[in-house]
């Protein structure tokens, strides 16, 4: 059975810096595409950034692009996002999510989802 932990979560002030972690067990993550997803209240889910098991390439959305930083600790079974200078629009619900297809293009291709960490950025 599949677990995805993530923690990290918190508020911060713009401009600051958070790191979220997702702890995965009952899956490999070296094997697999490893996700992460926001979605802010009345808002569509929206993936973030993606790390690929094949020479770990990473891709990140638009939004993200530059500031915020996925990667992998294949010891640890973890996959971390490093989030700096944060803003307010990055207030959301962050989901951690594993397999499927390898996209971050739609939240309908992921296999594996976990129940998420809340990041609040105030003005």
């Known amino acids: 059975q599949v677990h995805l932990v993530e923690s990290g979560g918190g508020s911060v002030q713009a401009g600051g810096s958070l790191r979220l972690s997702c702890a995965a067990s009952?899956?490999?993550?070296?094997?697999?595409?490893m996700a992460w997803f926001r979605q802010a209240p009345g808002k569509a889910r929206e993936g973030v950034a993606i790390?690929?098991?094949?020479?770990?390439?990473?891709y990140y959305g638009a939004s993200v692009k530059g500031r915020f930083t996925i990667v992998q600790d294949n010891a640890e079974n973890t996959v971390y996002l490093q989030m700096d200078s944060l803003k307010p629009e990055d207030t959301a619900m962050y989901y951690c999510?594993?397999?499927?297809?390898?996209?971050?293009?739609?939240?309908?291709?992921?296999?594996?989802w976990g129940k998420g960490t809340l990041v609040t950025v105030s003005a």
């Open positions: 790390i690929y098991p094949v020479g770990g390439a990473t």
């Open positions: 999510a594993a397999g499927g297809r390898c996209s971050i293009a739609t939240a309908d291709a992921p296999a594996y």
């Open positions: 009952g899956i490999t993550i070296r094997n697999e595409c």
